[in-house]
């Protein structure tokens, strides 16, 4: 799901070789960084005021969402390239080694820098990575998914996002679908929707990690599932790639957006997985 940024508390700018990146900084503290893709700054800006308590906490809007614009907004956005984006964040910012909680396409951004730049992070933690490749069915997700960016490439935007809910295994009845996309709607969120569904959602889900090098790096990987997500096509991964990197899934508060729907019980069990490390 994707949100609309109004929050810019700390906000600043990093200029890369082919973008300028958004990012926000609060508290003080060993470093955090609260990572999505496509979601933006502004998603986990509750989370991040309650961390910043006791941290220094990094927050961003990945390459061509939102507020981080790119020379070429054609280009696709791809694990390594976020991966790449947070390794310079991360290094600009000069308080890591981190911890980085990535959601989503934001965990395969996580996981994708602990591949790339091991010595930037010390914890990843990887909630519910949307990694269809490790799962039996991945031809007639890949399949799914094809259907689902050409339905909303073609103009037909509702009936993209509910092949998108159906293939995702989360239930949501048709008219609250054609309220919440249909009619008017932000600008901007229109346009990092169709970013997602044209540059973006293929390169998160057909992402392979590489589990060799993950499974051997010096810093700690967890995987995270909600509570709320049993069954629904996220969970599926995150558990199908914990039980390849042989280590039990960490549960936390609510469902796929559990951060963003109740961040102070989110915030509660994150402290605790990141402290039992």
């Not at 689902?148 to 809910?165: E, H, M, Q, R, T």
């Not at 392979?208 to 993950?214: G, T």
């Not at 991964?237 to 508060?253: K, V």
Request: glycine share 8%.
């Amino acid at each position: 799901m994707l949100t609309n940024a109004t929050d810019t508390a700390g906000a600043r700018t990093l200029k890369v070789s082919d973008a300028r990146l958004h990012y926000e900084v609060r508290g003080q503290g060993p470093l955090v960084v609260l990572v999505g893709a496509p979601m933006d700054a502004a998603a986990f800006a509750p989370l991040a005021d309650l961390l910043a308590a006791d941290h220094t906490v990094l927050t961003t809007d990945p390459r061509g969402i939102n507020r981080s614009r790119l020379d070429d907004p054609e280009q696709d956005s791809t694990p390594r390239l976020r991966a790449d984006d947070l390794s310079r964040l991360i290094t600009h910012v000069d308080a890591g080694p981190a911890v980085v909680v990535g959601s989503s396409g934001g965990a395969v951004s996580a996981l994708a820098l602990a591949q790339a730049h091991p010595e930037l992070v010390h914890t990843v933690i990887a909630h519910e990575p949307p990694l269809i490749e490790l799962l039996e069915g991945r031809e007639q997700l890949r399949a799914g998914t094809e259907e689902v960016v050409a339905a909303y490439l073609a103009g037909d935007v509702i009936g993209a996002w509910k092949k998108f809910f159906a293939q995702a295994g989360v239930f949501i009845p048709e008219p609250v679908v054609e309220e919440m996309f249909g009619g008017a709607r932000d600008v901007q969120q229109v346009a990092d929707e169709r970013r997602w569904f044209a540059h973006e959602m293929r390169a998160s889900a057909y992402w392979r990690p590489n589990l060799a090098a993950l499974s051997q790096a010096a810093c700690r990987i967890v995987v995270g599932i909600g509570e709320d997500s049993t069954g629904q096509l996220c969970d599926r991964t995150a558990r199908a790639f914990a039980q390849e990197l042989d280590t039990e899934p960490a549960a936390f508060p609510g469902g796929h957006t559990g951060f963003v729907d109740n961040p102070d019980a989110f915030a509660v069990r994150l402290r605790a997985v990141i402290h039992d490390g």
